[in-house]
């Protein structure tokens, strides 16, 4: 039941002031109502108004300055011709005609007006002869397709592409070769296997691998449009905006760093989002600025197995330096040798690397790199990661992609920068795989099995 309360007047503290406030209060609220549902009813109207006046990448001033150029305020760029910019070129040549001074028309004759008669008549004739037919350009459907991909047009995005333009945009076989050498750091770990944090370790590796490869995308669209090798990328082709771009890095690195740093444990999280840091803000600038970008590049590659390690174990021990020195090591005659063959390309985007502004040292750091390799090999037992076994099945191919990396220090041609580049394609995998093969067992594995 409700009971009514009699409040003393004497105890209580006089109400005037508050009864006063409150009704200025209640005034300004009831004032401000018409406004917020003016303001929602306004929110609903843009959201039901064309999809091409919605807020896109333009709406975002850093976003827009990596696309548009500015000059004294005034936008430099600009896609579609407008027609009002032609009326106005043509308003400006009559006001200069009307400077010029006007020559009177010349009356003809009347011998010339006959003669000029009988030409038309003539020619009137001939072009109604019925036996001639008129000469007409007739457009094929193949000259009118071409002239049609060369004009600029809106692409409309399907459902059923995004992921496909989500594979292309995240590099998917550089993601899941990310992952692979994760997942060999984390089986290499001398700790028992735990299938959860190995899922979570690959899963939050690969999504942080696709936020930073499609950041750089994103970055370098003005340069990669004039690369032969990545013209035909999501951004470039304009297959989807730059915002979207970057919801679906933010997408992928947020949650991935997240899930790194609590599924597993705060190092790795710190490795995963210290890995978007290099990659987006180091190596992607100094890609134009210096040849040290390969090195970066190389810190960044090398990282993932250390993840895995650290993932397994939850500190840095000198093996997890070790597998990251291997995958440090090898991508410089991965790299050095791909890039050999694409210096037009790289040269042309306008980026700095070795094969084109240091042909020598592009081609000796290549052989410097693949011999420490077997060095790498032989100090892995010796730091009670592998067996001994493990430098000697390891030496033949070993041997091989260094006398492949010789072979190109030798003769820097295309040919041997070939062989390299596929050599490693396969090297690296078969290296990872015979560690594994030849991993010394742990103590307590040992003890239960004697």
């Known amino acids: 039941m409700w009971r009514k309360v009699k409040i003393n007047s004497l105890t209580s503290p006089p109400t005037h002031s508050t009864g006063l406030f409150g009704v200025s209060v209640k005034q300004k609220l009831v004032g401000c109502a018409p406004q917020c549902k003016q303001t929602a009813r306004s929110l609903v109207l843009l959201h039901r108004r064309h999809p091409s006046h919605w807020m896109t990448y333009q709406h975002l001033n850093f976003l827009k300055r990596q696309y548009v150029s500015k000059n004294l305020g005034e936008l430099q760029q600009r896609a579609v011709p407008k027609q009002a910019a032609a009326i106005a070129d043509m308003d400006e040549n009559d006001g200069d005609e009307r400077q010029v001074q006007r020559i009177p028309t010349i009356k003809p004759t009347a011998e010339k007006?006959?003669?000029t008669t009988e030409v038309a008549r003539?020619?009137?004739?001939?072009?109604?002869?019925?036996?001639?037919?008129p000469h007409m350009m007739v457009e094929t459907d193949e000259v009118r397709e071409a002239r049609l991909d060369r004009q600029w047009k809106q692409l409309k995005v399907e459902t059923a592409d995004l992921p496909d333009i989500y594979a292309r945009l995240a590099k998917f076989?550089?993601?899941?070769?990310?992952?692979?050498?994760?997942?060999?750091?984390?089986?290499?770990?001398?700790?028992?296997?735990?299938?959860?944090?190995?899922?979570?370790?690959?899963?939050?590796?690969?999504?942080?691998?696709?936020?930073?490869n499609s950041i750089n995308q994103y970055f370098e669209v003005p340069f990669d449009s004039n690369m032969n090798?990545?013209?035909?990328?999501?951004?470039?082709?304009?297959?989807?905006?730059?915002?979207?771009?970057?919801?679906?890095?933010?997408?992928?690195?947020?949650?991935?760093?997240?899930?790194?740093?609590?599924?597993?444990?705060?190092?790795?999280?710190?490795?995963?989002?210290?890995?978007i840091?290099?990659?987006?803000?180091?190596?992607?600038?100094?890609?134009?600025?210096?040849?040290?970008?390969?090195?970066?590049?190389?810190?960044?590659?090398?990282?993932?197995?250390?993840?895995?390690?650290t993932a397994a174990t939850g500190s840095l021990d000198p093996g997890a330096l070790l597998l990251g020195g291997?995958?440090?090591?090898?991508?410089?005659?991965?790299?050095?040798?791909?890039?050999?063959?694409?210096?037009?390309?790289?040269?042309?985007?306008?980026?700095?690397?070795?094969?084109?502004?240091?042909?020598?040292?592009?081609?000796?750091?290549?052989?410097?790199?693949?011999?420490?390799?077997?060095?790498?090999?032989?100090?892995?037992?010796?730091?009670?990661?592998?067996?001994?076994?493990?430098?000697?099945?390891?030496?033949?191919?070993?041997?091989?992609?260094t006398l492949l990396a010789f072979q190109f220090y030798w003769k820097g041609d295309r040919a041997s920068a070939r062989k390299l580049f596929f050599c490693s394609l396969w090297h690296l995998p078969m290296l990872l795989l015979l560690a594994l093969t030849c991993k010394k067992p742990r103590d307590d594995d040992a003890a239960s099995a004697s």
């Open 113 to 115: 007006l006959s003669s």
């Open 122 to 133: 003539e020619t009137s004739r001939t072009v109604t002869m019925p036996d001639e037919t």
């Open 173 to 212: 076989k550089l993601t899941s070769l990310v992952v692979t050498t994760a997942a060999a750091g984390y089986a290499m770990a001398p700790v028992p296997f735990d299938p959860a944090i190995f899922l979570a370790t690959c899963l939050g590796t690969g999504l942080a691998s696709c936020a930073a």
């Open 229 to 275: 090798r990545t013209k035909n990328r999501p951004l470039v082709r304009g297959q989807i905006s730059p915002l979207h771009a970057v919801a679906f890095a933010l997408a992928c690195g947020v949650p991935g760093v997240a899930l790194l740093a609590c599924a597993v444990n705060p190092l790795t999280g710190f490795l995963g989002g210290l890995n």
């Open 277 to 309: 840091f290099l990659y987006t803000c180091c190596y992607t600038p100094l890609k134009r600025l210096t040849i040290a970008n390969t090195w970066a590049g190389a810190v960044v590659g090398a990282i993932p197995p250390v993840m895995g390690w």
């Open 326 to 401: 291997f995958l440090y090591c090898w991508q410089f005659p991965h790299f050095n040798a791909l890039s050999w063959n694409l210096r037009e390309d790289y040269s042309r985007g306008g980026y700095r690397m070795m094969s084109v502004t240091h042909p020598a040292m592009c081609r000796r750091v290549a052989l410097r790199h693949s011999a420490a390799l077997g060095g790498l090999a032989a100090a892995a037992p010796a730091l009670g990661m592998t067996t001994w076994t493990f430098p000697l099945v390891s030496l033949p191919i070993n041997a091989y992609i």
